[in-house]
């Protein structure tokens, strides 16, 4: 049986290594941000509604099962996606890179 004072211990250390895991995974997000953003390392360009988007084939494959099909289909450096409107594609951009998406009265059901 353990005691109460060690059960306390474990909470505790289990919050530092919490506290420890979400700073490292903020820090992480802002640096790929940062390198979309100056477009550091992009390897893909997606071509949606006029608008060209230099972005990262490793982090869209890794957050979209659909991204990590095309790219497994499409290895072009240039790929034209027409079945999306080119301010939802920003949001999910945004949330791909951040892990954070703003959802308004307008974007809800786009983003369902």
């Known amino acids: 049986m353990i005691s109460e004072s060690d059960l306390r211990l474990c909470i505790l250390v289990f919050a530092i290594k919490m506290e420890s895991l979400f700073k490292f995974l903020k820090r ?33 494959a890794m ?18 996606l027409s079945s999306i409107e080119v301010e939802l594609f920003e949001n999910l951009l945004n ?7 703003v959802i308004t009265d307008e974007n809800v059901f786009n983003i369902y």
């Open 95 to 101: 949330y791909m890179y951040s892990g954070e998406i």
């Open 28 to 60: 992480r997000n802002e640096r790929l941000h940062e390198f979309r953003e100056s477009e550091k390392y992009c390897d893909v360009t997606l071509h949606i509604g006029g608008k060209l988007f230099k972005c990262h084939r490793t982090v869209l």
């Open 63 to 80: 957050s979209s099962e659909y991204f990590d099909q095309l790219f497994e289909e499409n290895k072009s450096n240039v790929i034209v």
